[in-house]
């Protein structure tokens, strides 16, 4: 990705819970902030985020991390105008098609 002229996005469908360690280069962390610094590498590099968030929202222990979804798709999380654009909360599967679908029409246009 890093040497194509074409536009570079990558789509990511997540509950952005981390369940596992992230080790990279020079350290080991959660896998949130690992996911969160790869993608701020990524925009180094022309990359973008679209993140499809998925888990329940209204349980006493919510079974979705958007602040970090967010952080993904965004340098900053809180820019409306990024996160309206590629960030969108998919929490039933049979949304994901048209999640999926919604991203790919953005980016043909």
Do not use: H
Not at 10 to 31: C, H, Y
Not at 36 to 46: D, F, L, M, P, V
Not at 60 to 75: H, R
Request: glycine share 8%; with cysteine; charged share 20%.
């Amino acid at each position: 990705m890093t040497n194509s002229q074409n536009k570079k996005v990558v789509i990511l469908l997540s509950d952005g819970l981390a369940n596992s360690l992230w080790t990279g280069e020079f350290l080991t962390v959660p896998a949130q902030q690992g996911a969160i610094s790869e993608a701020n590498n990524g925009r180094s590099n022309n990359i973008e985020y679209r993140v499809l968030g998925y888990g329940k929202r209204d349980q006493a222990q919510p079974a979705i991390d958007e602040t970090v979804l967010k952080k993904i798709a965004c340098a900053d999380p809180n820019d409306s105008v990024c996160v309206s654009n590629n960030y969108s909360y998919t929490p039933d599967p049979t949304d994901w098609s048209n999640g999926f679908l919604t991203i790919l029409d953005g980016l043909c246009r």
